[in-house]
């Protein structure tokens, strides 16, 4: 047994898929369909939230690459699709640019190192994880994120009204005792409450009807852009910014140190000097006592 709901539930769907059907069209079933026009969809998107060549994007629960596929016509950059079925990687591998990582990932960690990442996109991946795990993710996705990185998700809402079918679709099949596949609605509330404690803060939200933020068709589901807090982009410091600091700090350590040795040294000389009862040096040893303290 797994040790994920999400791994157990995605690798018996699309399984199933590819005993039922081709491979391609299982591949595309397997996210949910609508592969060029979703994933041209997501590109642009993306492209509205800052996304630019030369960056760094991390796609959480990439599936078959209907994202990847889309950003490698638009965009040089580069890319880690991050997915719990490695038939849907290996598909996504190979219609996206050569240079495109693919990488299993069952945790809810992500293998990417702090303050690295640019952006952070996850299409249709909250709506079917519980909340703690999804928080657990924009946790890892703050820690990694760049100071002026985003984070790009998409959500189903009960505001929406084109997102109720897929509640009551999930009703329906707890009312005929079938276990349905997992469906997590979040409400903006929610993604507010997330936010004030990880140190993020909403950049934007899109409703799932609007597409008019990049000129092209809406998502169907609502988007989300994050951004770290002016609190967490004061914090990173990189470990050559680390070691630089630690040894200037060991610089001036040490000169403080040989100061010390040298007021030391002058207060003995003093000492000696006080001895003396010509006013030629008890004048000029009141100033001197009065700078050293
Ligand atoms: C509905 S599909 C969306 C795929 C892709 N984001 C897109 O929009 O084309 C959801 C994907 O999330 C993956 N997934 C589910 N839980 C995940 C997790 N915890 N970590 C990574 N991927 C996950 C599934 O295997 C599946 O490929």
Not at 63 to 71: I, K, M, T, V
Not at 143 to 159: C, K, M, Y
Request: aromatic fraction near 10%; glycine fraction near 8%.
């Amino acid at each position: 047994m797994a040790q994920f709901h999400f791994v157990e539930d995605y690798e018996a769907y699309v399984r199933k898929l590819l005993k039922d059907m081709p491979r391609k069209q299982a591949m595309e079933e397997a996210i949910g369909g609508a592969f060029d026009h979703v994933g041209e969809i997501e590109a642009q998107l993306l492209g509205y939230a800052g996304l630019k060549d030369g960056m760094y994007l991390v796609d959480l629960g990439c599936g078959s690459g209907r994202a990847a596929s889309a950003l490698g016509k638009r965009f040089e950059i580069d890319y880690l699709g991050l997915d719990v079925v490695q038939d849907l990687l290996d598909y996504a591998s190979e219609i996206s640019p050569p240079n495109y990582r693919f990488q299993l990932n069952h945790a809810l960690t992500l293998p990417v190192a702090d303050a690295s990442v640019d952006m952070f996109c996850c299409f249709s991946v909250f709506t079917h994880l519980l909340h703690s795990e999804t928080y657990l993710y924009l946790e890892e996705m703050a820690r990694a994120l760049t100071p002026d990185g985003r984070i790009v998700f998409s959500f189903l809402e009960f505001l929406q009204p084109g997102h109720w079918a897929v509640f009551n679709g999930t009703v329906e099949g707890q009312r005929t005792s079938q276990v349905p596949h997992l469906n997590m609605f979040i409400e903006r509330g929610a993604i507010e409450a997330w936010c004030k404690r990880l140190g993020l803060e909403i950049v934007r939200f899109v409703d799932g009807t609007d597409g008019s933020p990049w000129g092209g068709a809406p998502l169907g589901q609502s988007i989300a852009i994050l951004a770290l807090g002016e609190k967490r982009k004061a914090r990173p410091f990189s470990p050559a910014e680390h070691d630089r600091l630690r040894a200037q700090l060991a610089t001036k350590t040490q000169a403080i140190e040989s100061m010390a040795t040298e007021l030391d040294l002058a207060r003995a000389e003093i000492d000696v000097l006080k001895q003396s009862r010509s006013w030629r040096v008890t004048a000029p040893l009141r100033a001197l006592r009065r700078v050293l303290g």
